[in-house]
């Protein structure tokens, strides 16, 4: 494994841990959706250039528009849930209660 490959797979492996094991605050989780995305983005444009894919030059640019679009939408939740809750913490968080 290069060291280019290693350090995609560590970013993106971290940020899953992050994702999984961090879970007090939804800015947090966000911040570590926002990372996997960026970890997968590069690793699809280093990977489109390296192997001389010009059909797949595309791609990166589709998952970073979907990035922006999870991102803002992420915000949003996040607005909504500290107007309606006075917190953005995820153990406050109940579907059932209105």
Avoid: K
Wanted: with cysteine; proline share 2%.
């Amino acid at each position: 494994m290069t060291p280019m490959h290693f350090s995609f797979s560590s970013a993106f492996i971290l940020s899953l841990m992050g994702l999984a094991f961090h879970r007090t605050h939804l800015l947090s989780a966000l911040l570590c959706l926002e990372g996997m995305m960026l970890s997968l983005f590069i690793a699809l444009s280093i990977w489109s250039m390296q192997f001389d894919l010009t059909t797949y030059t595309s791609t990166p640019m589709f998952l970073i528009a979907f990035s922006a679009c999870e991102a803002s939408a992420g915000l949003a939740l996040l607005v909504a849930t500290a107007r309606t809750h006075g917190t953005d913490h995820l153990q406050n968080l109940n579907l059932l209660q209105c």
